[in-house]
């Protein structure tokens, strides 16, 4: 049971709008946008914060950030529902799946860029900084706008997770979860 209460339909008119948007034809607000939505103010800055449009990440590089951001911060919550949304347009094998919960940079799975966004993720979970020589590797596969978009991901979703674990909002049913430790071979 979240510890807010979510909002329930019939919903203010900007978030219902919000929604109409976001969720796909006919599917209820996710739980983590209904509690968000309780705060008009919490919304807005929720929903300018998010980086799912666009950007300049490929759909593949965006997703690595945030699987591997979310479940280095335990954010099962948010790591099932990208695993579902994403996923598959991503295309990223079960044991890729799976490197990103248990996995390392290193641990066989990754291409040497995709090696590199999972290492600078650690790094800033773990220290809240970069060695020159982690941002040099980071620079190799990565030009200034994506490096900084790497960040923000990392940042933006470090957060969501936090939302999620500060309020126990219920896991979406149907939602992917967290996989077995021994699932992260190639």
């Known amino acids: 049971m979240s510890r807010i209460e979510p909002l329930t339909e019939p919903y203010p008119e900007a978030f219902a709008s919000a929604m ?3 969720m796909p034809p006919g ?6 946008f209904t509690t968000i939505g309780t ?6 800055k929720f ?15 965006r997703e690595i950030a945030i699987l591997r951001t979310t479940a280095r911060s335990g954010g099962e919550y948010e790591w099932g ?9 991503a295309a990223l094998t079960p044991a890729q799946f799976a490197s990103t919960v248990h996995g390392r940079a290193d641990d066989g799975n990754w291409s040497d860029n995709e090696a590199a966004l999972i290492a600078t993720i650690d790094a800033l979970l773990d220290r809240k900084a970069l060695t020159d020589a982690e941002h040099a590797r980071l620079a ?12 923000q991901l990392i940042a933006f979703y470090h957060g ?6 500060a ?10 979860r967290f996989p077995a430790k021994d699932q992260t071979h190639a």
């Open 27 to 32: 599917a209820e607000p996710l739980v983590l």
């Open 81 to 89: 529902v990208h695993v579902n949304a994403f996923g598959p347009k």
């Open 167 to 176: 309020f126990a909002l219920p896991l979406e049913a149907g939602a992917a």
């Open 47 to 61: 929903a300018g914060g998010s980086l799912l449009g666009r950007g300049p990440l490929s759909l593949r590089l």
């Open 160 to 165: 969501v997770s936090l939302i999620c674990g």
């Open 20 to 22: 109409a948007s976001t």
């Open 140 to 151: 190799t596969y990565f030009d200034a706008e994506q490096q900084l978009e790497v960040v």
């Open 39 to 44: 705060s008009a103010r919490a919304w807005s």
